[in-house]
């Protein structure tokens, strides 16, 4: 089952090369069409970290708690 992440993961690589090739195609320099292109793939990666981020789906345990001691085996 594809979920978001997986998308994710193949549109970076083909936004970066995609966009490269149109703009290449356009007539703008590689030099410069390579660093907007990267834009593109920077933009679709802070979505998936930052708008869209990961959230843990468990709760945590009451034994996994921050407020409880851990125990001594001594």
Known sequence: MTGYYDYVLGLIPLVLFGVTAILTIAGVGLTTAVPIAAMGSV??????????????SQPVAASQSANTQPLNAD
Not at 43 to 56: K, Q, S, T
């Open 43 to 56: 933009g679709i990666m802070g979505h998936a970290l930052f708008v869209n981020g990961p959230v843990e």
